[in-house]
């Protein structure tokens, strides 16, 4: 069976099933006119290594209540760009979201068929959080995509990534975020991950966080043909401020952090990041989400490294 085989083996039967009578429910005649909805989304990036990764989704919705809960298909665009070689890709995939804006608890994946350079995978993004105390929530995550450099797209190298994080209220002012996992590679290098946050809000209305935030990873194949960068021993330390506020049901929030990595048994340098995002209202029935950021930090090719992206989303019902 060929790769468009098994790609419309999947995907026509979820098309069939999202569109027949088992999926309604017993709205009125005004709310099943507007249960279905359409959207774009795009992406960019480059660094300073001058690749480029550009994307542009089409979004089709037959179940959709709104922004945060829906199921539907999303096709996809790629082009990835480095000095005169460039290389495209197509992605299928089901998308699906129920989270409770509230709390943030719920579900949210992405699975598709994903083909570039006669390479052909199948990908995957999914969360699930969910809360096991009154201050204490769990998420499981996973995702499989291909790795972003030009010799990896080349090769088709690809990677697994998998873990949980656990989200911890000390008190109505401090949470304390842990994150563990492990990400597998194609070319049999395995990282593992660990992640820690410590997050205080000095008043509950003002919208403002300073945030402690340490990472680390150990690769057990420190030689992966320089493919991508990939020391054997990461460590970061980072502080950062965030702030988020509510304006007429819109949500505006930035985030901006300097910090020290240590890559091995080399001396630590700067590091900086810089994050900015928009969106509206969850429930209107036009949506948009818009997210850009920056962060520099060290690559194969030196300490130098820039990164930067844009990414938006538009959502409309029908």
Not at 169 to 178: D, I, K, M
Not at 213 to 236: A, I, K, L
Request: hydrophobic share 35%; net charge negative; glycine share 8%.
């Amino acid at each position: 069976m060929t790769s468009h085989q098994i790609s419309l083996s999947i995907f026509v039967p979820l098309i069939i099933s999202m569109t027949s009578p088992s999926w309604a429910k017993n709205y009125t005649a005004e709310q099943e006119q507007n249960e279905y909805a359409a959207g774009a989304e795009f992406f960019f990036s480059e660094d300073s290594e001058d690749f480029q990764t550009g994307k542009l989704s089409a979004e089709f919705l037959p179940k959709y209540d709104d922004a945060d809960h829906y199921l539907g298909l999303r096709a996809s665009a790629y082009r990835y760009k480095a000095n005169d070689w460039h290389a495209d890709g197509q992605k299928v995939a089901f998308i699906g979201r129920k989270i409770d804006t509230a709390t943030a608890n719920g579900w949210a994946m992405e699975a598709g068929v994903f083909q570039q350079n006669d390479h052909t995978l199948f990908t995957f993004d999914g969360s699930y959080r969910t809360p096991v105390a009154e201050k204490t929530a769990l998420e499981v995550f996973a995702n499989r995509d291909w790795v972003e450099t030009r010799p990896a797209l080349e090769n088709g190298t690809h990677f697994t990534f998998a873990g949980l994080a656990v989200d911890q209220g000390l008190g109505e002012h401090v949470t304390v975020v842990g994150v563990a996992g492990s990400q597998f590679f194609s070319d049999d290098n395995r990282r593992d991950h660990g992640r820690l946050k410590l997050i205080y809000q000095p008043s509950l209305d003002l919208g403002l966080t300073l945030q402690a935030r340490y990472r680390m990873y150990h690769s057990t194949e420190e030689d992966v043909g320089h493919q991508y960068f990939n020391p054997e021993d990461y460590q970061e330390s980072m502080l950062a401020v965030g702030w988020r506020q509510r304006f007429s049901g819109w949500t505006a929030g930035l985030t901006a952090g300097v910090g020290r990595e240590k890559i091995n048994d080399m001396s630590s340098q700067a590091t900086r990041l810089f994050e900015l995002n928009l969106q509206s209202p969850v429930r209107d029935s036009k949506f948009l989400r818009m997210n850009a950021g920056y962060n520099r930090s060290a690559s194969y090719y030196g300490p130098d490294y820039d990164y930067s992206y844009v990414r938006g989303e538009w959502i409309m019902q029908f």
